[in-house]
């Protein structure tokens, strides 16, 4: 059974009638890492928000499916309850709710087999080693955050939270060489058998951390090539036009 499939995706914003996605087929079992690649607008942070069920995007035609269930019409905090998580690419500012609180809350929503202190102990080793200090838990949610601290908080979140689907958009943006290599390194140890990752970035340097298994080219709303990681090498060497019209 795959973990997630999107069949024949159609998408608009909801204020306009513009197609963003157009006839998107996906699929992707238990355990594997897919990366879609493309330029910028070419609909890939669309594509991760209608995953998640941003209801700021209207799903025309097609189906999306999780574990087997046409989730579709499921509203994101639902999806987030089944093991859906995604790491935004430019995560919002939440003035007063702290990175400790906002977790516990959530983790209490999605999971509870972990005791107060077990959960605390787990955010303050993640932040740990993330090379940040347990002070960084009593911040407010990427209020006044670098953009490298932004993306570290989100590991923390999908550390503590442990979702089956994790959709990273463009995790890589905002980080120095140090810090992606931090970020890429938790990632990959957090993975597991049953744990699928979808890697959405239109540079290579994060798939050099995180070798993906399947690599999508997305264009003009379109997925128009799939291959192996060395698809990657040929997108560096061509271009996303040239590969896209290969």
Same mark, same amino acid.
């Given at each position: ?14 204020? @306009?009638?513009?197609?963003? /996605? ?8 238990? $355990? ?37 269930? #046409? ?25 007063? #709710? ?17 005791? /107060? ?19 960084? /838990? ?5 209020? $006044? ?48 058998? @049953? ?23 997305? #264009? ?6 799939? $291959? ?7 997108? @560096? @060497? ?9």
């Amino acid at each position: 059974m795959y973990l997630l499939e999107l069949e024949n995706l159609y998408v608009r914003l909801a204020k @306009e009638d513009r197609l963003i /996605l157009k006839g998107v087929d996906l699929k992707i079992k238990p $355990g594997e890492v897919h990366a879609i690649m493309g330029p910028n607008g070419s609909g890939k942070s669309t594509l991760a928000h209608v995953i998640m069920g941003n209801p700021n995007y209207v799903v025309v035609k097609g189906e999306i499916r999780y574990s087997g269930e #046409v989730i579709t019409d499921l509203p994101p905090n639902e999806r987030a309850k089944k093991g859906i998580f995604l790491s935004f690419q430019q995560p919002p500012e939440i003035p007063g #709710v702290r990175i400790r609180s906002f977790l516990s809350t959530a983790y209490s929503l999605t999971r509870k087999n972990l005791s /107060l202190r077990e959960l605390e102990g787990r955010m303050k080793t993640f932040a740990q080693e993330l090379g940040l200090s347990p002070d960084f /838990l009593s911040r407010y949610l990427n209020l $006044g955050m670098s953009g490298g601290e932004r993306k570290k908080s989100e590991v923390i979140q999908m550390g503590v939270l442990d979702p089956k689907l994790v959709i990273l958009d463009e995790i890589d943006s905002g980080l120095d060489v140090d810090a992606l290599r931090q970020v890429s390194k938790k990632i990959l140890e957090l993975k597991n058998p @049953e744990k699928s990752i979808l890697l959405i970035t239109h540079y290579s340097r994060i798939t050099s951390y995180i070798v993906p298994d399947v690599v999508h080219v997305l #264009v003009d709303g379109k997925i128009v090539t799939s $291959g192996g990681p060395d698809l990657i090498s040929w997108i @560096e @060497e061509k271009g996303y036009v040239e590969v896209g019209t290969a």
